[in-house]
């Protein structure tokens, strides 16, 4: 499968930004999906995944009741929706697929990875 993750930018301190991750070469519906995000230095790290059927969903505890994960399986994309954003969000954000799995939050499941997509949030 392959992911283009887009709608990265610039963005001041509380405002918002709308992820989209677009799939395709394998059916969407099959794969659990999850966002990620990697700071300069630091480790990627966990940010939200959202069952096949969206039924679950689960969010890293510093962007919990901030961020929002969704998906559209008849459109093969899914959406990280990201609302008051803070510095510490700054990261290059990687959307995931993690084949046959019905959801995960493991980092080490995700089997096909997009290109990343650049967030900066200045203060």
């Known amino acids: 499968v392959q992911l283009q993750a887009s709608g990265g930018g610039l963005v001041q301190a509380g405002g918002s930004l709308r992820l989209s991750c677009a799939a395709s070469g394998r059916t969407f519906s099959r794969d659990a999906m999850g966002w990620f995000r990697q700071a300069p230095g630091k480790e990627r790290e966990f940010v939200a995944a959202?069952?096949?059927?969206?039924?679950?969903?689960n969010y890293g505890d510093s962007v919990k009741g901030r961020f929002t994960i969704s998906r559209d399986n008849a459109k093969n994309t899914a959406y990280l929706q990201m609302n008051s954003l803070k510095p510490e969000d700054t990261a290059v954000y990687y959307c995931a697929a993690a084949r046959g799995w019905s959801f995960t939050v493991r980092l080490s499941e995700y089997d096909f990875w997009g290109q990343g997509t650049q967030v900066t949030v200045s203060s």
């Open positions: 959202i069952s096949r059927s969206s039924g679950t969903t």
